[in-house]
């Protein structure tokens, strides 16, 4: 697991990650408790930190929208982010709204995102040191294997099942940093 601790990223950002809860791979159940915070959260009231790219500010907005299952409000900030960070967070989306298709449309628009190579490691380590879904191609993470693994996992309370919803936590925490980071123009390796 990665070394995510909300602290870090300032009170209001602290206030809108509930780590506790389960992450899905589909639409899963918005947390409406936080609706209102979510609605007042903009780029200029979230950071503590002098915000040095606005794309990577709004990212992170994105993010915690989807970190809460709103995945609409998530769709109209990431599709409006025209960089491969944006088509990241839409390619999520997209998948969790079990549009497969829109989904890997999405990834292919990403690349190899600077992001993959620590979440081919966190996937590994999660799978006991093995990549037993075919993850991993040619050294690199695959999203769209992981597309198609979620796809296959459905709703179904299984091993599957609960493997995507750990690789989807790490994906989000992996993601979340690195656009808060880049967001307030730190070198991220």
């Known amino acids: 697991m990665t070394d995510f601790s909300v602290a870090k990223y300032g009170p209001v950002f602290e206030s809108l990650i509930d780590t506790s809860r389960v992450v899905a791979i589909d639409g899963g159940s918005v947390n409406q408790d936080f609706y209102s915070a979510l609605q007042a959260t903009t780029v200029k009231n979230a950071f503590t930190d002098t915000i040095v790219d606005e794309d990577f500010a709004a ?3 994105a993010g915690v929208w989807l970190w809460n299952d709103f995945l609409d409000e998530s769709h109209t900030i990431s599709q409006e982010i025209y960089t491969t960070t944006g088509s990241f967070w839409h390619g999520i989306m ?3 709204e079990c549009d497969y298709p829109n989904a890997k449309y999405w990834f292919r628009k990403v690349g ?3 992001v993959f190579d620590s979440l081919a490691q966190q996937m590994i380590t999660l ?3 093995e990549d037993k ?3 991993i191609n040619n050294g690199s993470w695959d999203p769209f294997a992981f597309v198609d693994l979620c796809q296959q996992a459905g709703r179904e ?3 599957v099942l609960s493997y995507c919803q750990a690789v989807t936590r ?3 925490e992996l993601l979340f940093d690195y656009c808060y980071k880049r967001a307030l ?3 991220v390796s």
Do not use: K, M
């Open 157 to 159: 309370d299984s091993p």
């Open 112 to 114: 190899d995102h600077q």
């Open 59 to 61: 990212s992170c907005i």
């Open 170 to 172: 790490v994906e989000w």
């Open 185 to 187: 123009g730190e070198h």
């Open 127 to 129: 799978a006991d040191g």
């Open 94 to 96: 997209h998948r969790r």
């Open 133 to 135: 879904y075919g993850l």
